[in-house]
């Protein structure tokens, strides 16, 4: 596609649900990245992907936490047991060597998950 | 641990007015981007910044780096109202392998008023 693309756009959970967000990368980037912005906050790094490396997982606030990704395609962010203080936009990224000096990264429109 | 700052984090000005605004990062950094966010909306790159002196101008926004200083500067010149938006700073840090990790400062939200 022409962008990265996330789903859903909005998850209204309840507190202790589990909750699986998706982004689509742009075709042939290989590094993507997942982040979290709180209201009126900066973002906040959780996972990175490149290739078919080892994810570096430090970003990552709790075991509840985890994501996968199968090759250089889509990626998969679960959250088990949700709390309300997980509520956030969850933003996921993309990019690839050629691109990323010259346009940085290229951003989803986000997941807005809210947990009550 | 890099860290990111950037200041003002509210900033009001009129149509026309020229401002700079200031992005400071705690420790050696490789690279140093800036973004505009529009609210409800994703993130937009602006300009990557990847040596020391660097200057980049698009429009009415122009971005410089300095590494010795670790301090980016976006300077808006004229002032429009398309120019609202939050505006947010990351500095880079490669990794072994090649990897990089964004950390990001906590955004500037512009209000430009007529």
């Known amino acids: 596609g022409a962008g990265v693309s996330q789903s859903p756009s909005n998850k209204v959970t309840e507190k202790g649900k589990d909750v699986e967000l998706r982004c689509d990368p742009i075709s042939g980037h290989t590094a993507l990245y997942w982040y979290r912005q709180r209201l009126g906050q900066g973002l906040e790094f959780l996972i990175y992907?490149?290739?078919?490396?080892?994810?570096?997982k430090s970003g990552l606030p709790s075991d509840r936490f985890s994501a996968e990704r199968t090759g250089e395609s889509v990626s998969t962010l679960t959250i088990q047991r949700t709390q309300q203080e997980d509520s956030a936009v969850y933003l996921c990224?993309?990019?690839?060597?050629?691109?990323?000096?010259?346009?940085?990264?290229?951003f989803g429109s986000g997941t807005r998950l809210t947990v009550v | 641990e890099l860290k990111v700052e950037q200041n003002p984090l509210f900033l009001s000005m009129q149509e026309g007015k020229n401002y700079t605004i200031y992005c400071n990062y705690s420790t050696t950094s490789d690279r140093l981007y800036w973004y505009r966010q529009d609210p409800g909306k994703s993130l937009e790159s602006l300009f990557v910044?990847?040596?020391?002196?660097a200057v980049k101008q698009e429009g009415r926004l122009m971005a410089s780096l300095d590494t010795k200083a670790r301090l980016s500067t976006l300077h808006i010149t004229a002032a429009v109202h398309d120019l609202s938006a939050t505006y947010f700073c990351?500095?880079?840090?490669?990794?072994?392998?090649?990897?990089?990790?964004?950390?990001f400062g906590k955004g500037m939200k512009l209000t430009v008023n007529p």
């Open positions: 992907f490149q290739g078919n490396s080892a994810p570096d």
């Open positions: 990351a500095a880079s840090s490669l990794l072994q392998g090649g990897s990089e990790k964004l950390v």
């Open positions: 910044l990847l040596s020391n002196g």
């Open positions: 990224a993309s990019s690839s060597t050629d691109t990323t000096l010259n346009y940085g990264y290229t």
